[in-house]
């Protein structure tokens, strides 16, 4: 079983759509969750971090986290077509400096 | 927001020869430098992790004497690639953390370096 997990896509979404990416993670002592997006050829960037239980908003992006479940997800609000990248999920332990990556999920926002 | 920057961008090299990467932070002190490769239509691979002044912490499988880390000073990390062979072309990009800040996790990652072996 994979440390953290993502459906690998390609997801597809209209323009002006929810884009929905979701990932689940397998160490309950996960405290600290990222998502980041890489264009094709370029290195990651940041969108969100997430620590507690419930959602997390900032401009279109909407972080979600359920510890219970072992689950956190991304919502794209308005997609646009530069949202099309690889958006990937990943998982921190306190105490350790590592992040665990999902494999990421393919995005693309069709005008 | 912090900066990171590696150089070279891209670089093409002959089978045999070493290549150094640099990564640096450009607007903070990073107590914790990362580096990972990543492979065509693949994820990112964590190679090792660095604090300055002390020895680089390989992950399973990632030969230390063939990709040699420094971290000479909190803004400043060097990958060397030694006798780099065509099976080493990949993407290296570095990630550094801000121990000062509330998202102390949060790692910021430099814009990569890509390297052909011919």
């Known amino acids: 079983q994979k440390e953290v997990e993502q459906n690998s896509g390609p997801l597809s979404v209209p323009e002006g759509a929810i884009a929905s990416l979701n990932c689940t993670y397998s160490?309950?002592?996960?405290?600290?969750f990222f998502w980041y997006r890489q264009y094709s050829g370029k290195s990651p960037e940041l969108i969100m971090f997430?620590?507690?239980?419930g959602d997390k908003e900032d401009g279109r992006f909407t972080a979600q986290l359920n510890k219970a479940s072992q689950y956190v997800s991304l919502l794209i609000r308005d997609s646009q077509p530069s949202d099309s990248a690889t958006y990937l999920c990943?998982?921190?332990?306190?105490?350790?400096?590592?992040?665990?990556f999902g494999t990421g999920t393919r995005l693309t926002i069709i005008p | 927001g912090a900066v990171v920057s590696q150089h070279p961008s891209r670089v093409i090299c002959k089978s045999g020869t070493s290549v150094k990467i640099e990564c640096r932070s450009l607007d903070f002190q990073a107590t914790t430098m990362f580096w990972y490769r990543q492979f065509p239509k693949q994820s990112l691979m964590l190679m090792a992790t660095s604090n300055e002044g002390s020895k680089a912490t390989y992950e399973q499988g990632v030969e230390k004497d063939k990709f040699l880390i420094n971290h000479a000073s909190l803004t400043l990390s060097t990958l060397t690639v030694t006798s780099a062979h065509p099976e080493d072309s990949s993407f290296y990009i570095c990630s550094a953390r801000d121990g000062s800040l509330e998202s102390a996790d949060e790692q910021f990652f430099g814009p990569g370096t890509r390297l052909t072996v011919l």
């Open positions: 997430i620590y507690s239980n």
């Open positions: 990943a998982v921190n332990n306190f105490g350790n400096e590592k992040l665990t």
């Open positions: 160490d309950r002592g996960s405290q600290s």
